[in-house]
């Protein structure tokens, strides 16, 4: 059993930045791929970006590609979304989420449906 603990959120202007961070405990966390969602009021979980377990390949959609970007350290168990130039489309809780895989060459899981643990959320606001 994986806990996910999202921090980082809060209120932030248009055009700043901020760096979401999530600590994963109870795993063996290089075990997992690691990814972000989003959710805004009235609309779906939106994947944001995943990284895979050695940290070497990311994917992220060009909706985000050129203002996001996603880290991990497995020493610190922890996986990072560096968000800049920050819209107020952008407002959202954030979620990550861990998905076990034996094979280390995959890691473009882009569906809610793959993940096999979530963390409780950081809300992010953006002000215009």
């Known amino acids: 059993q994986v806990q996910l603990v999202e921090s980082g959120g809060g209120l932030v202007q248009a055009g700043g930045s901020l760096r979401l961070s999530c600590a994963a405990s109870?795993?063996?966390?290089?075990?997992?791929?690691m990814g972000w969602f989003r959710q805004a009021p009235g609309k779906e979980r939106e994947f944001v970006a995943v990284?895979?377990?050695?940290?070497?390949?990311?994917n992220i959609p060009d909706s985000v590609k050129d203002r996001f970007t996603i880290s991990r350290d497995n020493a610190k168990t922890t996986v990072y979304l560096q968000m800049n130039s920050l819209k107020p489309e952008d407002t959202a809780v954030y979620y990550c989420?861990?998905?076990?895989?034996?094979?280390?060459?995959?890691?473009?899981?882009?569906?809610?449906?793959?993940?096999?643990?979530w963390g409780q959320g950081t809300q992010v606001t953006v002000s215009s």
């Open positions: 109870g795993g063996t966390f290089s075990s997992y791929a």
């Open positions: 990284i895979s377990r050695s940290g070497t390949r990311t």
């Open positions: 989420a861990a998905k076990s895989t034996y094979d280390s060459t995959r890691y473009v899981f882009t569906r809610r449906s793959d993940y096999d643990y």
